[in-house]
């Protein structure tokens, strides 16, 4: 059975950084394209990030170039870094397989 959970989310101030953690079991991270994906109160699901099982990566255009998703084999385990936050990136943020399988999520507030 496939389990994702993530962690690492929190309340920070504009300009500040966190960085989530996925940790997967039942599948095997580096066989697999694995996204974040996030939702904001009234807004669509959207995809932030991915990674493929080739390490390869894509951002939508509001998170380049302050957004890292990277991956730790040996323990399963699939990163967001997100840094200089906005406000617009409150949100609950979830890991994903498939679009299928999904984490519970946890929450992002970026707020003064």
């Known amino acids: 059975q496939v389990q994702l959970v993530e962690s690492g989310g929190g309340l920070v101030q504009p300009g500040e950084s966190l960085r989530l953690s996925c940790a997967g079991s039942g599948i095997i991270f580096s066989q697999n394209t694995i996204t974040w994906r996030r939702q904001a109160p009234g807004k669509q699901r959207e995809l932030v990030a991915a990674?493929?099982?080739?390490?390869?990566?894509n951002y939508v255009d509001s998170v380049k170039g302050r957004f890292t998703i990277s991956r730790d084999d040996p323990n399963n385990t699939v990163y967001l870094q997100m840094n200089s936050l906005k406000p617009e990136d409150t949100a609950v943020y979830y890991c994903?397989?498939?679009?299928?399988?999904w984490g519970q999520g946890t929450q992002v507030t970026v707020s003064s």
């Open positions: 990674i493929t099982s080739s390490g390869s990566t």
């Open positions: 994903s397989w498939r679009g299928t399988y």
